[in-house]
């Protein structure tokens, strides 16, 4: 069956520490991946994609991912968070258009 | 670029009542558009994927003639809720694809008294 699993729901991070969130996914075939964020309240925005070539990929607001074939896995990194990172990370894999989404990451960054 | 709208961003009706709610994408064409369910805390549910000019595909569980869905442009796709319920209370979200990525709306709160 099809399904992605980000398998923490909730992390708190120090403004300025690393950050990775996990996302570990099945699917038949090669997906395309990606990494959403949802601010309270409102819809999501697009932080990254990958398709095909280079297995890092970088995104917005400094966020990059890597994927790993052996491992189905495509987590979020970033180097050193922001208070504004505060939100909810989705990772999502699908083909064609159609999404299959992780039950969410809650980001919380203490000061 | 990459731009989809919603309107409205947050609706309260009475129930028995029909809401609408519209998607647009402003600045691409989008062949499919996907509308989306959430409840608080939780991922995403596809409600039904709309392609324009045919009939919407709806997934299982979901009511289609209570969520009407019209998708009659490349630009723009509508949900109806009819004879909206309280338990029709929730965030609708909806998002255009350009065949290899979906772009979310801001989504529309709704609230059925």
């Known amino acids: 069956a099809q399904s992605v699993t980000q398998p923490d729901i909730h992390i708190t991070v120090s403004e300025g520490a690393s950050l990775e969130l996990r996302c570990n996914y099945s699917?038949?075939?090669?997906?395309?991946l990606f990494w959403y964020v949802q601010s309270p309240g409102q819809g999501l925005q697009l932080l990254l994609k990958y398709f095909s070539g280079d297995t890092l990929v970088q995104g917005i607001k400094g966020f990059e991912a890597e994927f790993k074939r052996s491992q189905s896995s495509f987590n979020l990194r970033k180097p050193s968070v922001h208070w504004s990172d505060a939100a909810e990370y989705f990772c999502a894999v699908g083909a064609w258009g159609k999404l299959i989404f992780g039950q969410g990451t809650e980001l919380s960054v203490k000061p | 670029g990459a731009v989809v709208s919603q309107h409205p961003s947050w609706v309260i009706c009475k129930s028995g009542t029909s809401v609408k709610i519209e998607c647009r994408s402003l600045d691409f064409q989008a062949t499919t558009m996907f509308w989306y369910r959430q409840f608080p805390k939780q991922s995403l549910m596809l409600m039904a994927t709309?392609?324009?000019?045919?009939?919407?595909?709806?997934e299982q569980g979901v009511e289609k003639d209570k969520f009407l869905i019209n998708h009659a442009s490349l630009t723009l796709s509508t949900l109806t809720v009819t004879s909206a319920h309280p338990e029709d209370s929730s965030f609708y979200i909806c998002?255009?694809?350009?065949?290899?990525?979906?772009?979310f709306g801001p989504g529309t709160r709704l609230l059925v008294l």
């Open positions: 699917y038949g075939a090669t997906p395309y």
């Open positions: 998002s255009a694809s350009d065949q290899e990525t979906q772009y």
């Open positions: 709309s392609n324009e000019g045919s009939k919407a595909t709806y």
